[in-house]
């Protein structure tokens, strides 16, 4: 389902799945995604971030197109599922439809808003920059990330709701997909982990322009290789729990899923520290 640091995807990163999130101001870009910068200190980061999250934008336009963007990614996580189990029985047509619409529609998603508001579409990409900014990185102030976090998960009920009223579906009715199993859990934190140490990976080695299409890729490729289709997005889990079709998540498996998210979102912090360290701290600079 989101995702490039503010100053960083669907995404969102599920059985539809779409998460998150981000993206940067060149390309701009999750994740799902969607996404965060987190700028790696050094000399080069005050530039990077600068290009991906204009400072200059009033605070209402970027929350406003965190929550528009959001809204617009559920929406077609979850109307691509309505419409591909409409047109097939095969539930492998139907998530190869629903993944191949979430990608298109993350990656032009973080390409058009990502100069706006960094594009997170996802609170842990969110509280991931935010966290980085507080230890004397770039990235969205505490009262910022207070204000993107609502946004983005009222956003996720909206493009849910949006989605069912376009199919004709009641406006809202709780999934009653159950997803609360343990490996689905574990799918979860690797999906999340994945998404952040690609974010903020990005960020690190100054390449947030790939971010639009990294990111979605990601999310892409993430429906299929994890147990709970990469969901990797609290606010896209929580939008999803109020239609119960194809990408639906029952209410019961939700809270599940966002502490895993969370895991993942700090795992994936560690590994960003790990494998992009600051420079001078020992590691070795990459030809590439």
Known sequence: MTATPESTAGPTPAAAAAPAPFVPAQAVPASSVAAPSIPAPSDSA?????????????????????????????????????????????????????????????????????????????????????????????????????????????????????????????????????RSAGHLLLGEVVATAGLVLLIFGLARTDRLRFAPVAVASYIGAAYWFTSSTSFANPAVTVGRAFTDTFAGIAPGSVAGFVVMQVVGGVLGLALVALVFPPEGTGGERSAG
């Open 46 to 178: 005050p530039a990077v971030v600068a290009r991906a999250v204009p400072s200059r934008r009033p605070l209402v336009a970027r929350v406003a197109a965190e929550l528009v963007g959001t809204a617009a990614l559920v929406a077609v996580v979850v109307g691509s599922g309505i419409q591909a189990t409409a047109l097939t029985g095969d539930v492998g047509l139907q998530l190869l439809a629903n993944s191949t619409a979430t990608v298109f529609g993350l990656g032009v998603l973080i390409l058009l808003l990502g100069p706006v508001s960094g594009a997170h579409f996802n609170p842990v990409v969110t509280l991931a920059e935010c966290w980085t900014a507080r230890r004397g990185g770039a990235g969205v102030t505490l009262r910022e990330a207070a204000m993107y976090v609502p946004a983005q998960t009222a956003g996720g009920v909206a493009g849910a709701v949006l989605a069912d009223a376009m199919f004709g579906e009641p406006l809202v009715r709780w999934s009653t997909h159950d």
